[in-house]
C-alpha cells in the first residue's frame, strides 16, 4: 500500500490523484507485415511481423525504455502461435541504432547497473524462439551491434556501419558485444575493433561472415521481410528446434551439441508437422503445417 499526505480539500469536492501522462511507446509493431514492395500479388506476410525501433531523433538510440518495449513487443509475438518470424529494423534512414542512450549510462554506477536489472532485457531477447532478422540501414554502432548480433541474420544495407566504439568513452561492450563479435570474426578482427573502436562497412562485414547479406539500401527491409517470409512457410517447430539447435553450435562443446541435436531431431517425430512433412513429400504434394 502506498501512503500519501493527507489533503484539505474544500468540503463538497473530490479528490483526484494526479497521474502521470503515459509515455509513447518507442517500439512500432506491424503482424501481419506488409509485403514487400517487390512481391506479386501485394498483400501482407501472413506469418511475419515487422518490429521497427522508434526513436529516430536520437538515431535510435536504445534507452532502456526503448529496450523494455522491444521485449514486451518480442516476447508477445514469440507467445503468439500465429507468428513465425520477425524482422527488426530501425526508424529513418540514417541508422538502425546508434548504440545506447550515452545520457542514461553517464551517471550509473557498477551499482545501479546491478540493481536497476534493465540490462535482464538482453537475457530475454537471447530466450526468444523465433528466428529474429535485423534489417540493418546506417549506424548499427554499440549497443545497436549487439542488438543486430544478437539477432539470428543480419540483412545489411550497402551504407551500413558496424562497431563497438565503447572503448572511446571509457567502457567497452557490454550486452554480448566482446563475445558475439569474436566468434562471428575471429579474435584478431574482435581484438582490432573493439581497442581502436574502428567501425566496419557492410561490404567488409560481409566479407568477415558478420552479416547474411548486403543488399542496395532501399531495398534491405523489404529483401528482410521476404526472407522471413520463406522461414514463416516451413514447419514451425522444426524452425524453432533448428534455431535452438544452431545457437548450441556456438555455445556449447561439439559433444553436448552433437547430443542436444539428436534429441531434438527425435522429438520432432512426436508431431503432426513431421508426418504431414513426410507424406507430403511421398505424394507429391505441397505440405501444410499446423505448428502440432
Known sequence: MTETAPRNDPPGTVSVAATPEPRATLVRVVFPAPAPASAAPAGSLEHVALVTLDRPATLNALSFDLLDDLLTAL?????????????????GERAFAAGADI???????????????????WDRLAAIGLPLIAA??????????????????????EDATFGQPEINLGVMPGAGGTQRLTRAIGKARAMEMILTGRSMTAAEADAHGLVSRVV??????????????????MPPLAV?????????????????????????FFRLFDTDDQAEGMAAFTQKRPPVWSGR
Open 75 to 91: 516476447e508477445a509475438l514469440d507467445a503468439d502461435p500465429a507468428c513465425r518470424a520477425i524482422v527488426i529494423t530501425g526508424a
Open 103 to 121: 545520457r542514461e549510462l553517464a551517471p550509473q554506477t557498477s551499482a545501479s547497473l546491478a540493481e536497476g536489472g534493465r540490462f535482464g532485457n
Open 136 to 157: 540493418v540501414r546506417g549506424f548499427a554502432l554499440g549497443g545497436g551491434c549487439e542488438l543486430a548480433m544478437a539477432c539470428d541474420m543480419i540483412v545489411a544495407a
Open 216 to 233: 542496395p539500401a532501399a531495398a534491405t527491409v523489404d529483401v528482410a521481410l521476404e526472407i522471413a517470409g520463406r522461414i514463416a512457410a
Open 240 to 264: 524453432r528446434a533448428a534455431k535452438a539447435a544452431i545457437l548450441d553450435a556456438d555455445e556449447r562443446s561439439l559433444g553436448d551439441g552433437l547430443a542436444r541435436e539428436r534429441e531434438a
